[in-house]
């Protein structure tokens, strides 16, 4: 068959596409940046779209021609700077279904989410909540398959965090920790999906192994998959998840994608649970699907730097606005540096340009968009730095306070950022 996959370089979506190739079928996946994904996976056809652009049925003309299956891997936690889950998550899908119903009818399989709640009501699963319903009175085919916390082989959103949390040193510090979690492995989403595109099954289903763990025996039993030894669950009490969670939203703000942003910890304060309602399909327990791909050092490093990324990215951008705020406190001392060499007018034009420099670069690395171009812009600022002061004032290398050799540990830092700032 000829299959469409939304969100195809996602993590459900990646092992979903990954799958039907497998099976046999054409399948043609879709996302904001293929690049990559076309290296890793070349049997499938990659298009480079985004979603929230595609909100009207003419978007979808020509990517519907002559598809057998719609599968929608695509969704978004909260808006922000980098997502629109209002466009995304419903206006497109409904688009979607328009256009779909002038073409060849497709099969629509809908990876969704349980949408009642403590949560219901926020943007994320009411706009999930809007698309599925639209799609069971469309009158298409359809799969709406709900599954619970999808575990598999890599990790994103949450359960990215739940290795992030159990490799944390000497304690596991949890907010609910009590609350029931209900997981599947991510192969079991993908033989629905198989299934699915067989005719084996169709209507509203939800997917998630019998089991039923505590918040705590979850991340417990990631720390025992990471190789690590038993730690004391600490109970945090619920008011000090307010603060986290309010950074958190701020970041999503500037584009960061954080699984600790306020929708993730309502959804976690009733934990995560599923009626089974129509399923009879099988799902793995978290022990036996974390015992299949068993862990590697790549997860030990993974899990340790997760929590770190935000404060390397958040202590490189202070680092960058201090550097150019402080010289301006004291502009004029500060441009006595350069007037050996250079008029007192250049001089102070040169002190502001280089302030405003820095700056510019603290504020765009906060800016999930701009951060790698940020990170990129820090490293040659700082090569340039390094570079004049060695030829205009090489006896700066020997200041007992150390401001060119302050440089290189920020220099490291920077490239490390740089190496850790890919999401998927």
Known sequence: MNILILGATGFIGSVVAARLAADGHAVTGLGRN??????????????????????KPADWDDILKDRNVVVNCAGALQDGLSDDLSATQAEAMLALYSAAKSSSRPLIVQISARTAGAAGDLPFLATKRRADEALAASGLPYLILRPA???GRNAHGGSALLRALAAFPLVLPLVHAESPVETLSVDDVAEAVSRAVSGGISGDIDLAAD???PLADLVRLHRQWLGLPPA????????LAGPVTWLADLS???????????????????????????SGLAATPAAATLAANPSGVQDLWFARLYLL?????????AFWLLSGVIPLLALEKTSA???PFMPEAAATVLTLATCLIDIALGVAVLLRPLAKGALLGMLAVSFAYLAGASLLEPALWLDPLGPLVKVLPSILLTFTALAILDER
């Open 34 to 55: 293929t690049t990559r994904a076309r290296q890793k996976q070349q049997a499938i056809d990659w298009r480079r779209a985004d979603l929230s652009r595609m909100t």
């Open 252 to 278: 999503g703000l500037l584009g960061w994608r954080s699984p600790l942003r306020s929708t993730a910890m309502t959804v976690m304060s009733e934990g995560v649970r599923s009626s089974k309602k129509g």
């Open 149 to 151: 916390l999808v575990l």
């Open 337 to 339: 540096h350069f007037l």
């Open 309 to 317: 990324k935000p404060l390397v990215i958040s202590g490189l951008s």
């Open 211 to 213: 089991e039923v763990l």
């Open 232 to 239: 004391r669950v600490f109970a945090l009490p619920n008011w």
